[in-house]
């Protein structure tokens, strides 16, 4: 049996006959699923406690990184949970880094005939992630883009971004990985990634491998302004690591220290007053992926 855990308000519009196309393709396998329809982060974290404590269970988030995030955060023992993915969000970031395709139907065949396979996460401060924990222009990015009306998925990422350029200050950090000394930073973007993409296929990290036991840390250091736009273009490309302005290694964990203190988003949830401490978690969460 599936527990599938919908979120109401994840891929509006296009996406609004999602969970009709699940349940039929469910029912054409003959394999049962049941729903739960729910309204806040609250609701799914106590009910996905609550199942993932009471014996061995199949757990599907149905939306975006955010409800896959919130289901993850939820599990109390991984040893009896497994985790799906149907990819209803509008980003569907790890879903695609891992190869489980928007199509419904597809998606749900991978449930019923793909194993679950190791798979990394990663925790900031206690708080768990699968794609990437960040802070710099892409904090700010987000904020613009809840507040922004109009667009969708990664044109209003964009328009985002570009709003955003107009007033972005450099973050100022110290920074500490493993087996290297305390190092100041002036920076558009620090970023420690699970998965390749944000903002719905902003290219990041796209070399990150989501079960090699390491995080592949980003940082964009601070450049003249006017060349910011430049750097952003490399970015979409998926060019930014090898720009001689960008810091890339893979680490195992990395702290910053903000100066002032900055929000962080991990997997496109924002976080304000979290200290930016990250490691990642291999061996535990067991995903329904190709």
């Known amino acids: 049996m599936f527990h599938v855990i919908c979120n109401t308000s994840s891929g509006r519009g296009r996406r609004k006959n999602f969970r009709k196309r699940v349940e039929k393709a469910f029912a054409a396998a003959d394999s049962e699923a049941v729903f739960y329809q729910l309204e806040t982060a609250e609701e799914t974290l106590s009910l996905v406690r609550r199942l993932s404590s009471s014996g061995e269970v199949n757990l599907v988030a149905m939306g975006g990184d955010g409800t896959v995030n919130t289901v993850l955060n939820g599990i109390a023992d991984f040893s009896k949970a497994t985790l799906g993915i149907l990819p209803g969000g509008s980003g569907n970031d790890f879903a695609r880094r891992i190869g489980i395709p928007e199509n419904p139907e597809k998606a749900v065949d991978i449930l019923l005939h793909c194993m679950p396979k190791v798979t990394d996460f990663y925790e900031c401060s206690g708080i768990r992630g699968l794609n990437a924990v960040g802070a710099g222009i892409d904090i700010d990015i987000l904020e613009t883009y809840s507040r922004m009306k109009v667009f969708h998925g990664k044109i209003k990422y964009l328009a985002s971004l570009l709003k955003v350029l107009l007033h972005f200050d450099f973050y100022e950090f110290s920074l500490l990985r493993e087996k290297a000394a305390v190092e100041r930073h002036s920076a558009l973007i620090i970023c420690a990634a699970n998965g390749s993409t944000f903002g719905g296929g902003i290219k990041i990290c796209p070399e990150a491998v989501p079960d090699d036991g390491l995080l592949d840390l980003v940082v964009v250091e601070n450049l003249p302004k006017k060349k910011v736009p430049g750097a952003l273009i490399k970015l979409l490309q998926g060019k930014i690591l090898k720009q001689p302005y ?42 329904y992926r190709p």
């Open 246 to 287: 960008t810091l890339y290694e893979r680490v195992k964990t990395v702290s910053a220290v903000f100066d002032p203190p900055a929000s962080v988003q991990i997997d496109g949830e924002i976080y304000r007053n979290l200290p930016f401490n990250v490691k990642v978690i291999s061996g535990l969460l067991k995903v």
